[in-house]
Every structure is written in structure tokens, then in C-alpha cells.
């Protein structure tokens, strides 16, 4: 028997208790006692009838869902892992840097950026009141960028309030696998890091984009970029990551392929947002278009969610942002049977490590947070974005401030507290 079909016999079921109503007044007392017991019975069984089913119907939908974390990982194999290594060998001989700062205005998607200043214009550099070679720039760059990273993450402080639950969301690939060889190790970086904290002291939402080319400590892997984590040791990895260098506590955690991704947006029929002309033209692959709002279908919201080449990877954070808030706006306008026909198309391309009792109870308390107002942010909000000449860009940040401005961020209004880890 179907869900909808069980719902109709329920149904029936009722309407036959409401009616008898007034028969049952008519009655002597005896009649009455018996009746009244038997009503009882009934409603206890249809009180049962409703349990069982919602209990089957969120459990159709809750075995759907992928519990843990992914397989394809660096630590499943050695090998695997020596190669990982070897791409992720950053060389610091750097062609050009270029500082990059971000508008604390948490509702302005588009990031100012400073012009670049091209090392290669010069033969040394004054820093200091001392001249360094062009040739050690990279070596002083890497040597106080760890000397940053050790001074942080060396005191094991974590954040955390009752008031605030962090969701992590990760988007991963394997690259290029469409050209790739069947024999190239396919590594699962996180393309998207975005933390959803909700603020249950301020009643607000704010998705938190982490740059992922940020070089930051992996634990047991030594300093790389951010989206590495998730390439050597899946989600579990990029938390622990997460939780060391930018010392805020992730409550729990969500991830999905690119795959999944489309499915996501073809099974909501699209969603629209604002390009500007660049965009647009590269989303549509077209020149035809100008700057405005358009429906994208899954396969063109992946490209404008990868997109960098017209600007830049923190950028490319803000359309990200801007995506996963079009989704919670047609989350918002849904009705059941609309929700109920998203989560069985979008759940088997989840991987989380949410238990299925904290799954019902967040879906319970959905429309409540999907009420509240949403923040962006991006973090570091001040950076110094290195492009090496593997062509690898890398995030230098001042780990004090970047930890200092996320707490603010985050812990807003809440009585934060500290662990050591």
C-alpha cells in the first residue's frame, strides 16, 4: 500500500469516528462506556497507523542518504597518497603576488580587489630596508606563512557556543575526469567549503565561504591548500582542518559531487540568479547576452559555480553563496508532496554524518531557520593571493586576524566558549 493511499484510509477512519458524535449522546450510559472504549481503541490504532507510517516514509527517504564519508580518499592507498603529495608540492618561486581585501559588508557578493603588483617588473625587492632576490621572495614567503601556521594552531584552542550549530557543506570533484586517463588517480578536492552557522541567540543564518586555495596545516600532511584535506582524508579530514587552523567547532557535516550538484538543481527545476555580462556569456556559452537574471538548469549552474577565469577563486565564493541561497528560497515555497519528491532525488547524492534522528529533527525545524535573515561572508577577509609558477594559486593569510574576524562572524551575540583539542 502506498504512503498517499495509507493517508486516505486514515482519513476514513477519522471522519467515521467524528461522525458517530452525536449517535453516541443519544445513548444510555452503558452503550455509552462501551462505545466510548471502543473509540479510544480506534483512535490508539490510528494513532499507531500514523506512527508506523510516518516512521516508514522517513525511513524510505532517511536510507537514501550515504552515512560517513567518501571512499575515494588518498589514505586508502599509499601510492595514492605519494602522488597526492607530489601535486601537492607547492613551489614558492612565486611569478607575482597581489593583496586582496574584502568589503565587510556581509551582503556585497562582489569582493574588491587591488591591482596587481608584478614581481617580474623588478630585480629586487626592498623589504625591511634589506634587498631580496627575486629568486628568495618565495622561499621568505613560504618560511613566514609556516612560522604563521605553527604559531596558530599551536595552543589546540577550539570555539564553540551552545547558542550556535555549525553545518559544514562541501562540494567535491576529481578534476578534469572527463579528459583524464582511465590510470590517473582521480584526488576528491573540495571545490565549495562553506560553513552554514545558525545563530539560535540572534536568530540568524550565515553561510561562510573558506577560500580554498587558503594554505593552511592539514593534520599529518603538513601545510598545503585548504581543499586538499578532503582529497587526503574525505570530510572527516577537511573538518579536523578546519577545527585547527580556524578554531571553530563543525557540528556536523554534508557533501556532495558535482553530480549531485545537477541533480539538485534539474530536481528544483532550475534557479535564478544575477550574472553580470562575463558571466552570463560563459554560463551560455554566448556573447549574445547581457547582465541580469537568469534560470540556469544543472549542468550551466555547475559551470557558474566553478567559474574563475573572469575574476578570481574568492569570486567564484560569492556565486557559490549565491546558488545555495536560490536553492534555500525554493526550499521555502515548497509544499509537501514538493519536499517530499526533492528529498527523494537529492538524498542518494548526500554523504553526511548526521545520524537519522538529528536528520528528522532538522528537517522539523527547517522553515524556522529558512524565516531567519541569511548573512555572507567570505573568510580571509584580508588576504595575499600567491599565483605560483605551476600556476597553483595559494592563499597567504595573517592567521590572528583571520581567526579573530570568523569568531566575530560566527559567535555574534553568544556567550562563546574555549576547549583544547
Known amino acids: 500500500m502506498t504512503y498517499w493511499r495509507r493517508q486516505e484510509k486514515i482519513s476514513k477512519i477519522i471522519d467515521r469516528i467524528k461522525n458517530t458524535k452525536n449517535d453516541i449522546a443519544a445513548l444510555p450510559q452503558k452503550k455509552k462506556e462501551k462505545i466510548i472504549i471502543s473509540v479510544c481503541v480506534s483512535i490508539l490504532s490510528v494513532f499507531m497507523a500514523v506512527v508506523i507510517i510516518v516512521s516508514a516514509v522517513f525511513n524510505h527517504y532517511l536510507n537514501k542518504v550515504n552515512y560517513g564519508d567518501i571512499k575515494e580518499v588518498a589514505t586508502a592507498n599509499s601510492e595514492l597518497m605519494s602522488q597526492l603529495d607530489e601535486e601537492e608540492q607547492l613551489d614558492f618561486d612565486i611569478v607575482g603576488s597581489k593583496p586582496i581585501s574584502a568589503s565587510k559588508d556581509s551582503s556585497d557578493d562582489n569582493l574588491n580587489e587591488d591591482e596587481a603588483e608584478d614581481y617580474s617588473d623588478y630585480e629586487i625587492i626592498v623589504e625591511n630596508g634589506e634587498s631580496i632576490e627575486i629568486s628568495n621572495i618565495g622561499k621568505e614567503v613560504k618560511k613566514k606563512a609556516d612560522e604563521s601556521i605553527e604559531k596558530n594552531i599551536s595552543d589546540n584552542e577550539l570555539w564553540y557556543s551552545d547558542d550556535v550549530y555549525n553545518l559544514l557543506i562541501a562540494g567535491y570533484d576529481a578534476g578534469n575526469v572527463d579528459n583524464a586517463d582511465a590510470d590517473t588517480p582521480k584526488f576528491y578536492r573540495s ?22 586555495a ?8 603538513g601545510n598545503k591548500r585548504l581543499n586538499t584535506a578532503h582529497a587526503y582524508g574525505g570530510a572527516s579530514l577537511l573538518v579536523e582542518t578546519i577545527e585547527q587552523n580556524y578554531k571553530v567547532k563543525i557540528d556536523r557535516y554534508v557533501t556532495a559531487n558535482f553530480e549531485g550538484f545537477e541533480k539538485i538543481i534539474d530536481s528544483l527545476d532550475g534557479v535564478s540568479v544575477d550574472m553580470t555580462k562575463k558571466e552570463a556569456s560563459f554560463v551560455f556559452n554566448t556573447d549574445s547576452l547581457s547582465g541580469g537574471k537568469y534560470l540556469m538548469n544543472g549542468s550551466q549552474a555547475l559551470r557558474y559555480v566553478r567559474l574563475r577565469k573572469t575574476d578570481s577563486d574568492r569570486t567564484r565564493t560569492g556565486r557559490q553563496r549565491k546558488v545555495l541561497k536560490a536553492i534555500m528560497n525554493k526550499a ?15 538524498l542518494p547524492y548526500v554523504t553526511t554524518n548526521l545520524n ?11 522553515d524556522t531557520y529558512l524565516s531567519w535573515p541569511l548573512e555572507q561572508y567570505i573568510v580571509p577577509q584580508k588576504a595575499t593571493q600567491y599565483e605560483m609558477r605551476d600556476g597553483l ?16 562572524v560566527i559567535y555574534d551575540g553568544t556567550e562563546a566558549k574555549t576547549s583544547r583539542t
Open 191 to 212: 571545490d565549495a567549503i562553506i560553513i552554514a552557522s545558525i545563530n539560535k541567540a540572534k536568530k540568524t543564518v550565515k553561510l561562510i565561504s573558506l577560500s580554498r
Open 393 to 408: 594559486e595559494v592563499i597567504i593569510v595573517d592567521w590572528e586576524e583571520t581567526t579573530k574576524y570568523i569568531h566575530s
Open 332 to 346: 521555502k515555497t515548497m509544499n509537501t508532496s514538493e519536499k517530499m519528491n526533492f528529498l527523494d532525488t537529492v
Open 356 to 366: 537519522k534522528t538529528e536528520i528528522v529533527k532538522k528537517i522539523s525545524e527547517l
Open 214 to 221: 587558503t594554505y593552511a596545516a592539514i593534520p599529518g600532511h
